[in-house]
Nanobody, 122 residues
Framework: VQLQAFGGGLVQAGGSLRLSCAAPDSILSINTMGWYRQAPGKQRDMVATITRRGTINYADSVKGRFTISRDNAKNTVYLQMNSLKPEDTAVYYC?????????????????WGQGTLVTVSS
């Protein structure tokens, strides 16, 4: 399943950005959607996840600053990032799990978006 992520860019420390990620219109159901990030030379880490029913999980490093939300009707997940810090600089990837495609009548697992770069300057 091809996920399209948008919203990255360059921002000063303390600023805000909003990321969005959409799945195709043919998708009828997605269980968990989320955001992960990978800084240069580091592994990809979970930032935030949200289930279809609204159960949310955040990495400790972003609690109180980032907010994840989703619109099930639009197959879209958002990440509002406030009070950004230089250490938030990374490529951010959206992720979807247990995805049902109405066109192919198939389930897909562990789907990733193309990544969007977030750079926070000090």
């Amino acid at each position: 399943v091809q996920l399209q992520a948008f919203g990255g860019g360059l921002v000063q420390a303390g600023g805000s950005l909003r990321l969005s990620c959409a799945a195709p219109d043919s998708i009828l159901s997605i269980n968990t959607m989320g955001w992960y990030r990978q800084a240069p030379g580091k592994q990809r880490d979970m930032v935030a996840t949200i289930t279809r029913r609204g159960t949310i999980n955040y990495a400790d490093s972003v609690k109180g600053r980032f907010t994840i939300s989703r619109d099930n009707a639009k197959n879209t997940v958002y990440l509002q990032m406030n009070s950004l810090k230089p250490e938030d600089t990374a490529v951010y990837y959206c992720h979807a799990d247990q995805v049902f495609d109405g066109d192919s009548r198939s389930w897909y697992y562990d789907s990733w978006g193309q990544g969007t770069l977030v750079t926070v300057s000090s």
